[in-house]
Nanobody, 127 residues
């Protein structure tokens, strides 16, 4: 089992940047593929980005591709989401999540595959 704690959210103007962090407890962080999801008011939760256990492969939602970068530091048990050129439509609660089943280069976009979740961090982008 792993506990996840997000940080780095906040209020930013359109065009600005934020770096979200997700710190994981335990010694098995490298055993999980990691994902960042977001949920805006009145909308379903959606995958923003995901990264494999080793960090070699990443996957992004079309809406953030080219503006966001997911990375991980297995030595620090932390996964990051760097978001640039933020837009008001990026406003949402952002969650990190861990998938213990995705092995090798496999990544899932379904939240059902992610067993562990953080509490979320609010990102608000003003126009």
């Amino acid at each position: 089992q792993v506990q996840l704690v997000e940080s780095g959210g906040g209020l930013v103007q359109a065009g600005g940047s934020l770096r979200l962090s997700c710190a994981a407890s335990g010694r098995t962080f490298r055993s999980y593929a990691m994902g960042w999801f977001r949920q805006a008011p009145g909308k379903e939760r959606e995958l923003v980005a995901a990264v494999t256990r080793s960090g070699i492969r990443t996957d992004y939602a079309d809406s953030v591709k080219g503006r966001s970068t997911i990375s991980r530091d297995n030595a620090k048990n932390t996964v990051y989401l760097q978001m640039n050129s933020l837009k008001p439509e990026d406003t949402a609660v952002y969650y990190c999540a861990a998938d213990p089943k995705a092995m090798g280069l496999r990544l899932s976009r379904s939240e059902d595959e992610y067993d562990y979740w953080g509490q979320g961090t609010q990102v608000t982008v003003s126009s």
